[in-house]
């Protein structure tokens, strides 16, 4: 079974940064693509970013220059830095991947939430 943990959320002030991280454990033989999406209070869950198993990432127009994903494919962690932090990027932050396991299977699987809040 594999498993994606995020962590790294907390509260900050706007214009302040926080780096997310989801490591991924379990039988794992590669991670396709691994994304980060948030859900704001009221709202539906929105795709935040995404990076390839080639790091070609690509990012939603809100947060572009701003935020910033990465992967260390040895660790099987993916991070998300986030800088410039405004009010509107308050929201629960998911990890999710799409990981081909040690049985060459693949597993869609999503990682528990971790709450990012920007407020003064």
């Known amino acids: 079974q594999v498993q994606l943990v995020e962590s790294g959320g907390g509260l900050v002030q706007p214009g302040g940064s926080l780096r997310l991280s989801c490591a991924a454990s379990g039988r794992i033989f590669s991670i396709n693509v691994m994304d980060w999406y948030r859900q704001a209070p009221g709202k539906e869950r929105e795709l935040v970013s995404q990076?390839?198993?080639?790091?070609?990432?690509n990012y939603a127009d809100s947060v572009k220059g701003r935020f910033t994903i990465s992967r260390d494919n040895t660790k099987n962690t993916g991070y998300l830095q986030m800088n410039s932090l405004r009010f509107e990027d308050t929201a629960v932050y998911y990890c999710?991947?799409?990981?081909?396991?040690?049985?060459?299977?693949?597993?869609?699987?999503w990682g528990q939430g971790t709450l990012v809040t920007v407020s003064s």
């Open positions: 990076i390839n198993n080639k790091g070609m990432a």
């Open positions: 999710h991947a799409v990981v081909q396991g040690a049985d060459r299977r693949y597993f869609d699987v």
